[in-house]
């Protein structure tokens, strides 16, 4: 039990008047009831673009990546573009797990949950994109370095992909780690409250036999603490290794050291906004609104516009260089084909949703207001694609030599391969809604009874108590 | 029982310490996988069942996966002289339409597969053009007539033989006409002979698609010999081209591009090089490769030669021309008189007059008997357009009984097909001995399809005294009979054509050894070049003045026809690889179009810009001129006369001609008009205006400006004479990073390259942009065909392209062509960034590709600065285990097509990165032949596939550690000035260096010069 006194001034984390047994109830429940109509038309419209993204990559995987509209010069489109934004949207919740816990920031366990589950499932779905993106997909196992009788071959230990390889694995195992380590206390309250014999059983192989012994608890704090501190360098290595894909390489627009700071910082602006996106989805469709408050959505508001902040100053400074760096090349790229130029338009979708609207968030009445959030949430997300768009993009079509200079436009394989992935996800995450608890329950009850609404109104009479009795009580305390 | 002890040596016997030693290490090495650590291992029980495991489910998994058997039938008996895996090579001509190529033909396991020039060649010294190149395509060619035919229903040559016999016999007297394109072939030409005489009154016609029939006329006239003279390009320091495309199309361009290209080579301690003037309608290659370009209407061809004439002192009237032309022939006149008896003037009219007022400029300037050799004229056109008007008429009057197609395809390409067709409706006997089901071998009852040259016997004659010969590469593939065979065996000759043609020369060489000889080389040529001569010039140039004075005004719009480099005249149009080289000029594939200036785009609502950069549909014109139309999308084409359309000739054929050919464009043959004496290639009155349709057209490039960016480094001769250093002095900057720029500006290791290191050099003053080498290239290293849809998605695989950049003037650019291909990169950004090294560097400076390691990640294409990678977007080839995903626009994939092959290079299947591979097996080759010979390699004896069809020699590569190399001269002898690399600011350190174009013009003043390109990007 927390021994935390939590002044009232602070927002409670649980609205409502709430038990222990409440909770459980509140969050548990929808577990064990059939679920509403709304999550079946969810389910199978994301079933459908699953479908139809797998025929996506059924066509492409047999014809060839020709049926992209990819060229000689433009070797990289949508497929990469995607990848980047799904392993960015991905770091929020990895973010929210591992670094706010080691800063104790209470308001992380309403939400971390689901943030896990998303990223858990974002990197899914960007692990699709290297993969099938390849020339010759049956091949993919030749970029994992395994003793082999080909002489043996090795990988280029050299190659910023490589690196993504293993950055991207090792991100997944962790999170994944770290979420179902969490799940494991939840899983086990739900096979207690199991009055069907099947939930029973595989709840009871899901919760790995745990009994809430003192013993347990200990362990599965350390094991958190543990994987927090593994996962905490990750947040920021993945991206930085992403970026590298780019930085390390001699096209201009790419060739830029800015680029870790700048990717990490983007990606968490998106995994945020990604977030936001499902709890107000997650929160109205559960009526989860008394766990997940609009606290909690002022916070990552806050932080959506911190680093949507970073990001702006990220583009001015690489223009910044492009000018002060006096080379011709990228001086082009930046000023005439990327801030202008036949893809210019992308350029600027990109600036107005990331540098441009996120400014509202300055204002206490914006971050506080659901609909301004929840449409805010979106256009992050899509001045993000954007910037992934453009950073790929508009840096190859138009590079060194004007004889090869060329044009993009998707084609159909490649929209439905990521709405495909759109599929994949949220396939994902209706399953993970129905089938999981969406909010740590465990976590909330530890800080129930400090941060719950109705816990803090008892608080209001030390409150009114002098700091001289306070300070005597604590000192004399048994 | 004895215990008795055998030993294998003292040591055993003494069992000393190093003997025990030994026996204790069984194998001397360790072996890889065995190493101390893991046979050590606590666990190998557990490891090797793991291992079983996983290889198991491995191999099943691998053997599940079924991939395609190609089956290879060994020789039973081994023909002697075919040793598997080793090349030989035969000499043969290419010939076709009158153009003269001395050839080697390299023939794999009898297969013929790659084409060379013959070097013994004095004439042409080992040049090729993209069109002879890619004739080895042709023989493989699906649509071929395989078989005899009559009335369309396949017969045997007995029966075929048996019925024209009859129908000869049953003319009654009526002349029998054989109509042939130019042929080359003296003893052909006897044949021909042998064949009229046995039907008195019996006459040959010879028509070309592409008349040059004014030019001999004109000399007639001029010099009482119907004939083409020799032109001595490389005796011209002033050449003036009035619309002849003397390095793309005109005659025999491999031979002029070989001449020009002479006097074009320049290096700072001898800096000369000819001026070129270039007066035309639209942008040819050599309009492009000019140094003064002027533009035109068609129909003022006659007065900007008159206007010449004047100016170099003929007496005439020079008429009134724009101010700029006038200015233009003002200075070529200067020039060519400046260089009195080293200049030359080309036309390439086909009108009577304006030839001889051409000729008439060459007498004043000296060139007749300096540049112009009429002792030794050529055979290249013998076409006569009267004689061909006048068997028309005789056809469509009924007066011919006979006519015999020879090479020539008059329903397509005569300017009144429709008359011709007609006409031939009323000859009672029509035979063909077309290749294919062309428009005119449609209509002919009997058709005896002639061998592929590279299956057949054959001379011939380019000059007088100079010869060469074809003889066959491989047996012939098809039920097909030579021509010459059959005329002979019509004119009632029993002696097999093979056995006429060795009887012939027997004779002539004096001796079977002889002809041997001959046949071995490939050439007769003249001990001693016979001197160059003139003949006296008698042409009525008052009389052609006065005609040219009076002739038709043109309207406001005018059209002109042109012929593409790659396409010609349309008679090798069914070649996937000529369709699919991009046009040097519009970069254009598998189309024809209306090609019109940005001004008059404009009037269309069209212009040049992002917009037309980014969308390849195109708005279609329909053009009409002399009662015809056509509708065809338009193109804009910077340098073209505001005022002119201009279309190209070969396309519009019928779908039997074949699959590449066939329905592709559309036929501007309908746009030529006769004169009475000549057919002309343009119509003064036209007009043309927007369908509102829209029509795709494949470019391979789209962007025309090099943005002033210093990937392409030009001067001007003034400039270069007076600071040689000028055109490369940013290249100084680099010292700033040290003494050596490959060292001092990493901070990685410097591989050093201790044996062989290859280089390449290329000549941007001598790249004409002709494109042989990129159909070479595709010939050797079984580059694939992807077609028009894919070319319009960037997905071409070419391993060398041609840039074309256009500044200056939209409307009179100026041009350059650089060569592009893999610059095999000592620090190269696609090797590095590859995760699982399929790219990577050999220890002689080759970047390489190994195919089968190869994911397709596309990474290093996206890194490489000048995207010369080529992913294998589709399965071109048939090479994947996926059925049915075979993508093929052009029968590439035929058993028969894929014979073209070469079996030293891989296919590549898709989902592989590939690129030029400097010729590596090429370059083995001559290693291991030196090694075999227990010697050092010479300089030359390696040459990659664009370095040997080049006609100019613009690409010298070799051994760059080897310090007699012409390639280390180039770069530290006798280039330094002009040698450059492309990005070298970025450290790639490429293998292949460039060397500066030089225009011979006026220098301009530098602020001008700036302004120029900035003007340019602003266009572009």
């Known amino acids: 039990m927390h021994l935390k006194y939590e002044s009232t001034l602070r927002e409670p984390l649980v609205d409502g008047v709430k038990d222990y047994h409440q909770v459980t109830e509140d969050i548990i429940s929808p577990i064990e009831a059939k679920p509403g109509k709304l999550w079946y038309v969810g389910f199978f419209i994301s079933l459908a673009l699953l479908g139809f993204g797998a025929f996506s990559v059924f066509w492409q995987i047999y014809f060839g990546v020709g049926v992209w509209n990819l060229n000689k010069t433009i070797g990289w489109g949508w497929d990469i573009t995607n990848f980047v934004w799904w392993v960015g949207i991905g ?388 | ?152 229903n396949e017969t045997t040559w007995t029966e075929l033989d048996k019925q024209v016999a009859g129908a000869l016999a049953g003319l009654g007297g009526a002349p029998v006409v054989v109509l042939s394109s130019t042929l080359l072939s003296p003893t052909t030409k006897k044949a021909i002979g042998e064949f009229l005489a046995k039907y008195p009154g019996s006459r040959h016609v010879v028509y070309d698609a592409v008349s040059y029939s004014g030019m001999l006329a004109a000399n007639e006239a001029s010099y009482g010999k119907r004939v083409i003279p020799g032109y001595r390009f490389e005796n011209a320091w002033t050449v003036v081209s009035l619309g002849a495309d003397f390095l793309g199309t005109w005659l025999n361009p491999a031979e002029f591009a070989k ?141 011919i009984g006979g006519l015999v197609v020879y090479g020539a395809n008059p329903a397509y390409d005569y300017f009144d097909a429709a008359k011709f067709a007609e006409g031939l409706k009323k000859v009672k006997l029509s035979v063909s001995f077309n290749d294919r089901v062309d428009e005119t071998t449609e209509l002919c009852k009997y058709v005896a399809p002639d061998h592929h040259f590279l299956e057949s016997w054959n001379d011939a004659e380019a000059k007088p005294g100079y010869y060469s010969f074809t003889q066959p590469t491989i047996s012939p593939l098809f039920k097909t009979r030579a021509a010459q065979d059959s005329l002979l065996t019509w004119a009632g000759n029993t002696t097999p054509w093979v056995d006429y043609l060795r009887n012939e020369w027997v004779a002539k060489l004096g001796g079977i050894e002889a002809w041997d000889k001959a046949l071995q080389d490939g050439v007769i040529e003249p001990a001693t070049a016979p001197a160059i001569g003139g003949a006296a010039f008698t042409g009525d140039v008052a009389g052609a003045a006065a005609k040219i004075s009076s002739a038709k005004k043109g309207g406001k719009l005018e059209l002109v026809l042109y012929e593409k480099v790659a396409i010609g005249n349309g008679r090798l149009a069914n070649n ?22 940005n001004t008059l785009a404009k009037t269309y609502s069209v212009q040049l810009g992002d917009d037309y950069e980014i969308n390849l549909g195109r708005k279609v014109l329909k053009i009409k001129a002399n009662g015809k139309e056509v509708e065809l999308p338009l193109l804009i084409v910077p340098g073209i006369h505001p005022e002119v359309i201009a279309i190209a000739v070969g396309y519009g054929r019928s779908e039997k001609v074949g699959r590449a050919a066939g329905g592709i464009g559309k036929n501007a043959y309908i746009f030529s008009s006769f004169n009475g004496t000549t057919v002309d290639y343009f119509a003064p009155e036209v007009t043309a205006e927007a369908t509102g349709a829209k029509y795709d057209v494949a470019l391979t490039q789209t962007h025309n400006s090099y943005e002033g960016r210093p990937i392409v480094k030009e001067t001007t001769l003034e400039e270069f004479k007076k600071n040689p250093h000028e055109v490369n002095e940013d290249r100084a900057e680099l010292q700033k990073f040290g003494k050596d720029f490959r060292k001092d500006a990493t901070l990685y290791h410097n591989y050093e390259y201790p044996g062989i290191k290859w280089g390449m050099s290329i000549d941007l003053n001598t790249c004409f942009g002709c494109g042989a080498c990129t159909i070479a290239c595709q010939a050797e290293n079984n580059v694939s065909v992807v077609g028009k849809e894919e070319v319009g998605k960037a997905h071409e695989m070419h391993w060398i392209r041609i840039d074309r950049y256009f500044s200056g003037d939209e409307n009179n650019p100026e041009v350059v062509f650089q060569p592009m291909l893999c610059q095999h990169c000592d620090n190269a950004p696609c090797e590095n960034v590859c995760p699982v090294g399929a790219t990577n560097h050999s220890n002689e400076g080759i970047n390489q590709m190994a195919y089968n390691r190869c994911i397709g990640t596309r990474y290093c294409a996206n890194n490489c600065p000048y995207k010369v990678r080529r992913l294998n977007w589709r399965d071109w080839n048939g090479a994947d285990s996926f059925e049915n995903n075979l993508y093929d626009v052009a029968d590439m994939n035929d058993n028969l097509t894929r014979m073209v092959l070469n079996p030293d290079v891989v296919v590549r299947s898709r989902g592989v990165m590939e690129k030029c591979s400097f010729c590596v097996q090429r370059l083995q080759d001559a290693k291991l032949t030196a090694k075999k010979d227990g010697r050092p390699m010479k300089d030359g004896e390696a040459k990659t596939a664009c370095q040997q069809a080049c006609a100019a020699d613009a690409i010298v590569f070799g051994n760059v550690n080897d310090k007699s190399s012409a390639i280390y001269k180039i770069r530290n002898e006798e280039q330094t000035e002009r040698m450059y690399y492309v990005l070298e600011e970025t450290h790639t350190l490429p293998s292949i260096n460039y060397l500066a174009k030089i225009r011979n013009k006026d220098a301009e003043p530098k602020a001008e010069k700036e302004a120029a390109h900035k003007e340019e990007a602003h266009h572009a």
């Open chain 2, 1 to 152: 029982m004895e215990q008795k002890k055998y030993w294998k040596g003292l040591e055993e016997l003494h069992n000393t310490e190093a003997h025990q030693e030994i026996v204790k290490n069984e194998f001397s090495e360790e072996l890889p996988f065995e190493s101390e650590s893991l046979l050590n291992a606590t666990t190998p029980r557990r490891d090797f069942l793991k291992y079983l495991g996983f290889t198991t489910a491995a191999a099943t998994i691998a053997a599940s996966c079924e991939t395609p058997i190609k089956k290879a039938i060994p020789y039973v008996n081994k023909p002697e002289e075919i040793t598997p895996g080793v090349a030989n090579y035969y000499a043969s001509s290419y010939t076709i339409d009158g153009e003269f190529l001395p050839l080697l033909v390299k023939t794999r396991e009898g297969r013929p597969i790659k084409i060379e020039g013959n070097t013994l060649s004095t004439i042409t010294g080992g040049s090729t053009t993209a069109k002879a190149q890619g004739a080895v395509l042709s023989l493989y060619d699906t649509a071929r007539l395989r078989f005899p035919t009559i009335g369309g």
């Open chain 2, 259 to 399: 001449g020009f290209a002479a006097t074009r080579k320049i290096n700072a301690k001898n800096p000369e090089m000819s001026k070129h003037f270039a007066f035309e309608s639209t942008m040819s290659l050599t309009g492009a490769n000019s140094d003064y370009r002027y533009t035109h209407k068609p129909s003022e061809a006659g007065a900007v030669a008159l206007a010449l004439l004047a100016a170099v002192g003929g007496s005439v009237t020079a008429p009134t021309l724009d101010p700029k032309v006038a200015e233009g022939v003002k200075k070529a006149a200067a020039s060519l008189k400046a260089n009195a008896g080293k200049a030359l003037v080309v036309s390439g009219s086909n009108d009577v007059n304006v030839q001889l007022i051409v000729n008439a400029i060459n007498n004043a300037i000296g060139a007749n008997g300096t540049t112009i050799d009429l002792a030794n004229p050529s055979n290249y056109r013998q076409g006569n357009d009267v004689e061909m008007a006048k068997l028309v008429s005789d056809m469509n009057a009924g007066a």
């Open chain 1, 91 to 478: 770091h929020a919740g990895t973010l929210i797990s591992a670094i706010l816990l080691l800063f104790r920031q209470g308001w992380r366990t309403g939400v971390n949950r689901a943030a896990e589950a998303m990223t858990i499932f974002a990197v899914m779905c960007a692990g699709q994109f290297p993969i099938i993106h390849m020339g010759r997909v049956w091949m993919a196992f030749f970029i994992l370095p395994y003793p082999n009788t080909r002489g043996p071959v090795w990988v280029n230990f050299n190659s910023p992909l490589l690196w993504d390889v293993f950055a991207i694995s090792t991100y997944f195992t962790v999170s994944l780690l770290f979420w179902y380590s969490g799940l494991i206390p939840d899983f086990a309250t739900i096979r207690d409250r199991a009055k069907t014999k099947l939930r029973k059983h595989l709840y009871g192989i899901a919760s790995f036999g745990w009994t809430g012994s003192t013993k347990h608890w200990q362990r599965h704090e350390s094991l958190s603490l543990v994987l927090a501190g593994l996962s905490t360098p990750l947040v920021l290595s993945v991206h930085t290794i992403v970026s590298f894909d780019f930085a390390t390489s001699v096209i201009p627009g790419w060739h830029t050291t800015i680029f870790p700071p700048y990717f990490v910082a983007g990606a968490i602006f998106s995994g945020f906004a990604m977030v936001n996106t499902l709890l107000i989805i997650t929160r109205k469709i559960l009526k989860l609104e008394e766990y997940i408050t609009i606290g909690h959505m002022e916070a990552m508001n806050k932080v959506i516009v911190l680093t949507g902040s970073v990001v702006g100053c990220a583009y001015l400074t690489e223009l910044f260089m492009a000018w002060y760096g006096a080379n011709p090349y990228e001086f082009d790229t930046f000023f005439k084909y990327r801030a202008a130029g036949p893809l210019g338009w992308s350029y600027w979708i990109m600036m107005t949703c990331n540098v441009i609207t996120p400014q509202v968030f300055w204002f206490r009445k914006m971050r506080r207001n659901v609909t301004v959030t929840f449409v805010m949430s979106i256009i992050v997300n899509i001045g993000m694609w954007f910037e992934r768009f453009v950073i790929i993009c508009t840096s190859l079509y138009r590079d060194y030599l004007p004889s090869s200079w060329s044009y993009y436009r998707p084609s159909w394989p490649e929209v439905g391969f990521y709405m495909g992935t759109f599929g994949l996800f949220f396939t994902c995450f209706f399953l993970f809604a129905k089938y999981f608890p969406v909010i740590a329950v465990a976590e909330i009850k530890s800080v129930l009874k400090t941060s719950g609404e109705n816990y803090k109104e008892k608080m209001e009479v030390y409150e009114e108590e002098s700091a001289e009795k306070f300070a005597h009580d604590v000192a004399h305390a048994h």
């Open chain 2, 576 to 597: 996937p690889w000529l369709q699919e080289m991009p046009d040097p000029i519009t970069r254009s594939t598998w189309d024809n179009y209306a090609c019109i200036s």
